[in-house]
């Protein structure tokens, strides 16, 4: 018999998997493993993003140098534009060793004949990385003897696109930042030397983690084949479909719930799936720093407002470090079940907004 959860119940295993109940993670290497990744963006209109996920899950305690430090010692990895615990790299190098693999699409497969091409640049890249790096890629020779052609983004960027392939081959690899900039070495040098999980394996491990800290996804949305799916099938009342759940989480539903408030950086996981956020939490959200100004509803780089497990709002704030404030454009409140918010709710939002500007070393100006 197939479980049917309430959309609380279902709220609230999503919020407890993504570690945002009063119970907070043990620092910043036990969040990331629990989160599986952290997203890298260049946008700090507040703080940049894997510092903001972070800092909702750790509070105002959370130092962004533990992070850089991580990073320092290899302990945490960036792959993709992913940050993550640097012993979940053996989950991935079977797949590395195999790319593109025996199924891949055309455009995966014209990629591999683009880098066959230019294996005389990628063995170029490979020893000058080996005798002086890390090195970013403006510091990398490009001798690709045929250019990288796409709808005109990535044009001219030869060598940008080489290190992405050569990281999917698991020959290169991030091996920290020089400001913005990526530095690159080779994998060797950077990875953990950990025996590669075999990929059927690997890729079911995947999966279980991901749903872990999901806590539940739409049905067949996995990278498992349909019968080799993993977690527990629900549904969800009032939500047309099926959903995979979490089982350790599942167990819990109905028990003690943990509720605190907190603000949410664009790019969190709790957002990520916006058809989910819809059909779970009644929460409509768009990032709006590529619209207009005269286009935004909740401004360039609104933190979305979680109170328990309701996203309740949009806080429209800018950090601006040289006058020493956290200014505070707009903070849009949400209906709550059609009513607006009050002074409970109210003083939350307000003391996480004195939260951020502390931990940011900022004053809060309205």
């Known amino acids: 018999m197939v479980d049917v959860l309430s959309r609380r119940d279902a709220r609230r295993l999503a919020v407890r998997a993504q570690v945002l109940t009063a119970r907070r993670p043990d620092g910043v290497l036990d969040t990331i493993r629990r989160l599986v990744v952290l997203q890298h963006d260049p946008i700090a209109a507040v703080a940049p993003s894997v510092d903001l996920v972070l800092f909702s899950r750790l509070g105002s305690s959370y130092d962004p140098d533990e992070l850089t430090d991580l990073v320092a010692q290899q302990r945490v990895v960036e792959i993709d534009g992913l940050l993550r615990d640097a012993r979940d790299v053996r989950l991935l190098t079977a797949d590395m060793a195999a790319w593109p693999g025996p199924d891949a699409p055309a455009w995966l497969l014209g990629n591999a004949r683009w880098l066959d091409d230019n294996r005389g640049a990628r063995r170029d890249v490979l020893d000058a990385l080996r005798m002086d790096g890390p090195l970013t890629a403006g510091e990398l020779p490009d001798t690709c003897a045929r250019p990288w052609r796409s709808s005109g983004w990535n044009n001219h960027k030869n060598v940008t696109m080489l290190l992405g392939l050569l990281v999917q081959t698991g020959d290169v690899a991030v091996a920290g930042r020089r400001g913005r900039e990526k530095l690159w070495d080779l994998a ?36 498992g084949y349909p019968d080799d799916l993993v977690g527990e099938v629900v549904q969800v009342e009032g939500v047309r479909g099926r959903w995979r759940a979490d089982p350790a989480l599942l167990a819990r539903v109905g028990g003690p719930f943990e509720p605190r408030t907190a603000l949410l950086s664009p790019f969190d996981r709790l957002l990520h799936d916006r058809k989910r956020l819809v059909e779970l939490f009644e929460f409509e959200y768009a990032l709006e720093m590529y619209k207009p100004a005269a286009q935004r509803r909740w401004g360039y780089y609104a933190l979305p407002v979680l109170h328990g497990d309701r996203l309740v709002g949009k806080l ?51």
Do not use: K, N
């Open 316 to 366: 429209d704030a800018t950090a601006d470090v040289r006058r020493g404030r956290l200014v505070v454009h707009a903070l849009h409140e949400d209906p709550l079940d059609g009513e607006p918010w009050d002074d409970e709710v109210r003083d939350a939002v307000d003391a996480q907004v004195t939260d951020l500007a502390r931990w940011l070393e900022l004053t809060v100006e309205r």
């Open 188 to 223: 060797e040098r950077v990875y953990p030397p950990d025996e590669p999980v075999p990929a059927p394996d690997a890729r079911r491990i995947r999966d279980e983690r991901r749903l872990a800290s999901l806590g539940l996804v739409r049905d067949r949305v996995l990278e």
